[in-house]
């Protein structure tokens, strides 16, 4: 077992969460730290190539792992981890660009009229 692989039972025995969670948390950390440290908009297709990039290099360590225990790459695996540690990041990106996850997170826009009190009558005499 190589250490990256032990490094990954570590953090599960710590955690106490399955391996699909993790891809989960990891996802959404490697996306919202990468949107901060190089601050860009969570709509911002960087954060997204970080978790993907993130997720490939996983899966490629993965990779070697397999060939060498298993004699074979497990791809369904693979697949299943990239799609487990994308999913969150992706759907978040997508409504960010679309300007829901704003709308979601701000509430409705209100217009700037609306906010400024209407002039009252005054009587002079």
Request: aromatic share 16%; charged share 20%.
């Amino acid at each position: 077992m190589s250490v990256y692989q032990m490094f990954k039972y570590v953090v599960v025995w710590l955690t106490g969460l399955a391996m699909d969670a993790l891809h989960i948390y990891v996802g959404l950390i490697v996306w919202l730290v990468t949107a901060a440290v190089f601050k860009r908009r969570l709509g911002s297709w960087l954060p997204w190539a970080a978790v993907l990039a993130a997720a490939c290099a996983g899966e490629f360590l993965d990779f070697f792992d397999d060939m060498r225990t298993l004699g074979y790459w497990d791809w369904r695996a693979s697949v299943h981890d990239i799609w487990n540690t994308l999913f969150w990041p992706t759907v978040f990106t997508v409504l960010a660009r679309s300007g829901i996850l704003s709308r979601l997170i701000d509430g409705p826009r209100t217009e700037a009229r609306e906010l400024t009190p209407e002039p009252r009558e005054t009587r002079e005499g």
